[in-house]
């Protein structure tokens, strides 16, 4: 039998060893690190700087006094509290479709999504940048899997044409990308790839989880941004970045949210996200697709500009190649104060491991200069991501 020692070792010698690093304070662009003191935080989701926001909480604690801490069972059984509902109303709302569904986390929302849509007679076809998250509810749900290359068109239409060849009638073909790559930044081709699942009668599962409250009117995201909210059947996306809080999203038909209230495992077997959670997601949606989220939205888009004019996202990659090298360009950066951890394989392919760097509407212009300017000392590679 294998010993998880030498396991570790091993993973210690590819330096693909992962630690957790914790921190002392609340979350935010300043952060205390235990035995490290205090750092500036370019790691994070929380884009608008919500997390440990001050109306939020004063939200929070009232809805704890309204509602109670926990949600005593899975959604079926008596976990559906009004802050629930409200919550999916308000969320389908927004994405502008006739339903939703809540889960406890974005990755649940995923692994539940798909095993729910497909089966072994169906094809799933992903983009190979796919999160985990989608992977896994691909694998999970047992149908044949066809993976494009990152933003392929060519690709994605001949795995179309391949899987359209073979499926029977009643087979589903499904469509699976993200709007905001989450290591990469960069955008899926939403427009075209829409046109091609309509093409061969695919159905199509967009994750927002990096766009929503980031990008679009209102933040509502990329498919808000160019107007194709009613040809995504899947919106996805999660409260757990922009939003500042937690808990994943599907937004869709009533008749595709009810067959996944049917068949969503990580929906039907998991205790339903607490119901002050809930009422307080539901809030911050009011903020982060209002005036407020709109001024944060202002800040953060002037931070993009600042680290590099043009960038389509708040996530920029820094790639470097090796681990080790991706690992000591990260102490490097945090000796001098910087939060800014190295990505390694499996998360990215190998090779490419990166210093993932986020920005914040709450970072102030000086907190990215200096970045840059850290960044310019210790990153020597070919391949130079700055401008
Ligand atoms: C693209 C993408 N999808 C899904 C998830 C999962 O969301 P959550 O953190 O809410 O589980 C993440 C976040 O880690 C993500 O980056």
Redesign the pocket.
């Known amino acids: 039998m294998r010993d998880p020692g030498d396991e570790l070792h091993d993973l210690e010698a590819g330096g693909l060893r992962r630690r957790l690093r914790q921190i002392d304070s609340p979350q935010g662009v300043h952060v205390r690190l235990t035995g490290s003191g205090e750092c500036l935080n370019f790691s994070s989701?929380d884009y608008l700087g919500l997390a440990n926001d001050g109306a939020l909480k004063a939200i929070y604690q009232n809805h704890i006094g309204t509602y109670g801490v926990g949600s005593g069972s899975s959604r079926l059984v008596c976990g559906t509290m009004a802050a629930h509902v409200a919550l999916e109303e308000k969320i389908a709302s927004l994405k502008r479709t006739e339903a939703a569904l809540t889960f406890t986390?974005?990755?649940?929302a995923?692994t539940g999504a798909l095993p729910s849509l497909c089966g072994k007679d169906d094809f799933l076809i992903l983009d190979k940048l796919c999160?985990a998250?989608?992977i896994d509810g691909a694998r999970l749900s047992g149908a044949t899997i066809r993976i494009y290359p990152h933003n392929d068109l060519n690709r994605l239409t001949s795995h179309l044409q391949w899987a359209a060849q073979r499926a029977a009638a009643t087979s589903r073909l499904v469509v699976v990308t993200?709007s905001v790559f989450?290591m990469d930044g960069d955008l899926a081709p939403l427009a075209e790839i829409v046109e091609l699942k309509d093409q061969y009668g695919a159905l199509l599962l967009v994750?927002e989880?990096?766009a929503f409250g980031v990008l679009g009117p209102e933040g509502r995201g990329l498919g808000a941004a160019l107007g194709l909210e009613s040809r995504i059947d899947l919106q996805m996306g999660?409260?757990?970045?922009a939003v500042g809080l937690?808990?994943?999203y599907l937004c869709g038909s009533r008749a595709m949210a009810d067959l996944l209230i049917n068949r969503a495992r990580s929906f039907i077997y998991s205790t339903a996200p607490g119901p002050a959670l809930a009422a307080t997601v539901r809030d911050a949606l009011d903020l982060v697709c209002g005036p407020r989220g709109d001024i944060l939205r202002e800040g953060l888009s002037a931070n993009r500009e600042t680290f590099s004019p043009g960038t389509p996202s708040a996530i920029i990659p820094v790639i470097i190649g090796e681990n080790e090298a991706a690992l000591s360009a990260s102490a490097r950066l945090q000796e001098r104060g910087f939060l800014v951890p190295a990505i390694r394989f499996p998360t990215v392919p190998k090779g490419s491991a990166r210093l993932r760097i986020t920005l914040s509407a709450a970072h102030r212009p000086d907190d990215i200069t200096s970045l840059k300017s850290a960044l310019a000392d210790i990153v020597k590679t070919d391949y130079d991501p700055l401008p």
């Open positions: 989701n986390s974005g990755f649940a995923a999160h998250s989608l993200e989450s994750d989880a990096h999660t409260f757990s970045k937690s808990g994943g």
